[in-house]
């Protein structure tokens, strides 16, 4: 998959809405559901997870990349975020995370009405750190 026309953007909100109905968010209530595209079609979910030392929380974005990674899948050409806001733009930690696998991720910010719009991780985080940023140009398998 690689043109920006074959990513299946509904059904990316659809899951990313199913993923923020199991939000762990006790202290802020505010329910957030990822959904990663895999290049190979794969589609895996994450939502947020709030813990009580409030700075251990993980975002839904990074619930979705981990598990991914988790699952031996590291090659994504988009992500989706619903949740309780208009739109959700991924936060500057999951930007980062993101940026790792795929500086030119697609970011499609859904609503709970199933609508969205697109955008790109290069607009929204234009100059990362990278993995080739280390001087010895230590590029993880
Ligand atoms: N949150 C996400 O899961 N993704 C975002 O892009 C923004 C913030 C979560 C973290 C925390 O559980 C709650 O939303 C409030 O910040």
């Keep these: 998959?690689?043109?920006?026309?074959?990513i299946p953007a509904e059904e990316l909100v659809r899951s990313a809405r199913s993923a923020r109905e199991r939000s762990h968010s006790p202290y802020s209530k505010f329910r957030v559901g990822a959904a990663l595209l895999a290049?190979?079609?794969t589609i895996i979910t994450g939502c947020n997870v709030e813990i009580s030392s409030f700075s251990l929380t993980c975002c839904a974005e990074r619930t979705a990349l981990?598990?991914?990674?988790?699952?031996?899948?590291?090659?994504?050409?988009?992500v989706a975020v619903v949740s309780d806001a208009?739109?959700?733009?991924?936060?500057?930690?999951c930007?980062?995370?993101?940026?790792?696998?795929?500086p030119n991720l697609e970011i499609i910010l859904g609503r709970q009405d199933?609508?969205?719009?697109?955008?790109?991780l290069g607009s929204l985080y234009p100059?990362?750190?990278?993995p080739t940023s280390f001087p010895h140009g230590n590029?993880?398998?």
């Excluded at 998959?1 to 074959?6: A, G, I, P, Q, S």
């Excluded at 100059?127 to 990278?130: D, E, S």
């Design 39 to 41: 290049r190979d079609g």
């Design 127 to 130: 100059k990362p750190f990278l």
């Design 86 to 93: 208009e739109e959700t733009p991924p936060c500057g930690a």
């Design 95 to 102: 930007r980062q995370a993101l940026a790792d696998f795929n």
């Design 139 to 141: 590029i993880p398998q």
């Design 66 to 78: 981990f598990t991914a990674v988790s699952r031996g899948i590291k090659d994504f050409v988009a």
């Design 1 to 6: 998959m690689k043109r920006t026309d074959d």
């Design 114 to 120: 199933g609508t969205f719009t697109r955008t790109t």
